[in-house]
């Protein structure tokens, strides 16, 4: 065919319209017209051509030219080529034809193509058949429209390649992510560079897809020519990481809010209340009272079991806007925001005292947890979040030592009560650690013959730089934090090998050594068989070893100790009740307890020279005990007035600093080897 040599000059386009390949007629880089044959493979078949810029239709004209159409337009000749045609059915077509100058003056030319091969180059259909392939979804852009889709996209989105085909890639974008990625993508194509982000699509239904993209620039014999999306769904990897996250910030028993989840709520309350004057937050520290013997008497499967409900209880108890987490072990936390007062505090501490005072059923067995709360609420002294959960867990720590199942709340006054009592148990526990205690023996007298009967062991502290002192402070901090336990085990199987040394060294001597047992240590569950494994090891006669109670250990609970007693006893070991008439507890407990030996309190003693209701309550006890077989001792005998009325009142025993202090293991021996005291008494 004879191409006229302008465009002018063509008399009848239509004719251009038979023709079984494609035809493009061009000015100045302008496709101006395009045959039939052509128009129908761009799916325009029926519609008047527009025209449109050479590179939008015919991609890499020339291999190795930027811009081809300007250095072609100096050109007097025609020239073969290879380029790719994006058709409406978002596929890629190979073509191959000539490109003809027809006015180089008037750049003008027109160019006759076919496709490749039946329609596609090897290479092409080998890169169709790979993106087909891929799992990634995969979409081709050029001028923001899609040209391009593989089947993953469809399948990702719901969207077919002809419903994606000429659309603006934008309108998959979420309205609250494409104003920060739009310009992103604009930068990154500027500089030619690639662009990763993980943002949310839209699918065809509605819904919202996570998704990894990757933008590149497309890149065609050298010239840019759109660029090339991939898609990656991530929905899986975001639950896993959304699951990770929530591990990371909750507690994997309860599910509550674990300590660094609860101090970052904590922060952004603090941060809230630096801008509202009127408005404070609080902090509520929650111990349980005795979730250790639920965990040693029921397995730590029970424990695991109670502090699910537990914090279920804890979670009732709260506000919407407050925060209920675990700390760790027993240990709890609530915050509580948008409160006034410490009324308001309170208020919460209160419900959440009252929902663990009800029994827990564990295993079919009910539980009463109970547990001591402290309370504080945020003031100008709280300039960090630590300081306020501090403040709180020193109310708690005072709650504890009021006994439990308790609210306090927190004052300057009791931080330096509790401050001293830690220190205490500071103490206690280095004292421990550096085994800085011993036994010493205070004598027991007959008072009559001033034979030495029996020795009371009793710890002693001696500190570092060697002063020794009395553990009577430490007991008492020892028996709040239960380490009153493993002290008295360890001093009973020291007593009893004291014991069976002097048995060796003094064959002849009948010593009695006396051990106080805690309150903790006389209800602990293994007391009993801690005591016969001590008997068994020393090999020490039962009979010389006596086991002194409290009265107020027994009033405790009255049923079980009666019951532990009676254990005592099979054991072939004497029992003393200690500190009798502290509490002026009934007579009848002499008849009911099997006790060998009271031993009165030291504020009946002093009462033994007075005359009126005290000494009387006093001698009778003495003749009493004389009835019923029951031996007295009189502890605290400080003067000879006290000596002299207790002799004359029939007493047989005492002990006090009158008749001889404590002495360590050397003197006692030395004491035992006399066998009695050197006093003069009217007795």
Known sequence: MNLPETLESVQQRAALDGLPVLVFLERAGILVHANAEARQMLGSADDPWVPR?????????????????????????????????????????????????????????????????????????????VLACIPEAVAIVHDNHVIFTNPAFSHMFGYSAEETSGKDLRRF???????????????????????????????????????????????????????????????????????????????????????????????????????????????????????????????????????????????????????????????????????????????????????????????????????????????????????????????MYRAKQEGGNRVEVFDKNLKIQVTSQQERERELRQALDKREYEIWYQPIYRMQTGKLEAFESQLRWRRQSGVVESFNELLSVAEETGLSISIGRETVESTCRQLRGWAVALPESDLTLTVNLSQRQFFHPEMVVQLKRALAVSGVDPARMMFEVSETTLNENQDAAVSILQRMVDCNVRIALDNFGSSLAPLNQLVRLPIDVVKLDPSLTASAPAKGRKSAVLESVIELGRKLGIQIVAQGIESEAQLDALCRMGCELGQGQLLGEALDHTRARQLAVLGHWSLQSNC
């Not at 003008?108 to 090897?122: D, K, L, Y």
């Not at 990656?232 to 300590?259: S, W």
């Not at 004057?277 to 509520?284: E, R």
Request: aromatic share 4%; proline share 5%; with cysteine.
């Open 173 to 395: 974008m979420v309205p609250d992510t494409r104003q920060h990625e739009i310009p992103m993508l604009e930068k990154a194509m500027e500089h030619g560079g690639n662009v990763s982000i993980e943002t949310v699509r839209t699918s065809k239904s509605g819904s919202l897809v996570d998704v990894a993209l990757v933008v590149a620039p497309l890149v065609l014999n050298a010239a840019s020519v759109g660029f090339v999306v991939t898609y990656r769904d991530i929905a899986e990897t975001k639950q896993v990481e959304a699951k990770l996250q929530h591990d990371a910030m909750h507690d994997m028993l309860t599910g509550l809010p674990n300590r660094a989840l609860f101090l970052d709520r904590l922060t952004h309350a603090f941060t809230r209340r630096a801008r509202r004057s009127d408005q404070s937050c609080g902090v509520l520290f929650v111990d349980l009272d005795h979730f250790k013997e639920v965990n040693d008497n029921m397995g730590h499967a029970a424990g695991d079991a109670f502090l699910v409900t537990v914090a279920e209880r804890l979670s009732s108890a709260v506000r919407p806007q407050d925060t209920a987490a675990r700390l760790g072990g027993d240990e709890f936390a609530i915050l509580v925001e948008n409160i006034a007062s410490v009324a308001d505090l309170e208020v919460v501490a209160s419900r959440a005292l009252a929902g663990l005072q009800r029994p827990i059923d564990v295993y079919g067995h009910p539980i009463q947890p109970g547990a001591s709360i402290g309370a504080a609420i945020a003031g100008p002294d709280h300039v960090a979040p630590e300081s306020l959960i501090r403040d709180a867990d020193f109310a």
């Open 53 to 129: 810029p050479v590179e939008d239709v015919l991609w890499g004209l020339f291999s190795g030219m930027a811009d081809p159409k300007t250095l072609l337009l100096h050109s007097q000749h025609s020239r073969s080529f290879h380029a790719t045609l994006p058709i409406q059915s978002g596929r890629l077509v190979g073509v191959e034809g000539t490109y003809s100058v027809l006015n180089p003056q008037l750049k003008e030319a027109v160019i006759v193509a076919f496709p490749s091969e039946r329609g596609q180059t090897p290479k092409a259909r080998i890169m169709e058949d």
